[in-house]
């Protein structure tokens, strides 16, 4: 990654609606992220932005949020943002350093792996893939989740595509907090 980003970061004081809502996600004492940064430029944008993120308690656990999010932020080659979750969130979700690596380098059918959680990561793997998702794996995600879970599930992917996508594009600096993409 580049040493600063395509697209020069807002800087502080932020207007009231937008530092409202920065304050409202990161943590108190840690600087906004340089995604939300750059998005700040552009009120329109960064609204837009904030409040298609899923980051909220709707219908899946956090430890499953954060696999898709992890996973699909790792397929896309997303160090930046894989690096952010894993930081915030690795250790309470339970992420071990086999299950970390294996987001990154390997697969579903990986020990480190629960039944549910493999399924998670071959329903990641098959929308990186196709796009799309079979009717095998369409009927087992129905098994353990409600309609409105698979459609967040869904929408959750596709999110972090959409991040993952800004954030290589943009060639964001990692967070100076982030995780790294472990070795292979």
Known sequence: MSASPRIAPASAPYPA????????????GVAPLGLFRVLARDGRLFQRFM????????????????????????RCGSEYEWG???AFFGRRVGLDEAQRRSLVHGGAGDACWSPEDAMLIRFCDALQETCDLDDPLWT???????????LELLLLAGFYRTVSYLTNA?????????ARFPEP
Do not use: C, N, W
């Not at 609606?17 to 108190?28: F, G, K, N, S, T």
């Not at 409040?51 to 790792?74: F, M, N, P, Y």
């Not at 943009?170 to 982030?178: D, I, Q």
């Open 51 to 74: 409040g298609g993120g899923l980051v909220d308690k709707g219908h899946l656990t956090l430890r499953q949020r954060e696999i898709v999010i992890d996973r699909i932020t790792a």
């Open 170 to 178: 943009l060639r964001l600096p990692l967070e100076t907090y982030a």
């Open 140 to 150: 087992e995600l129905a098994a353990h989740f409600s309609d409105e879970a698979i």
């Open 84 to 86: 952010v979750h894993v």
């Open 17 to 28: 609606e937008i530092q409202a809502r920065l304050d409202a996600v990161m943590p108190p």
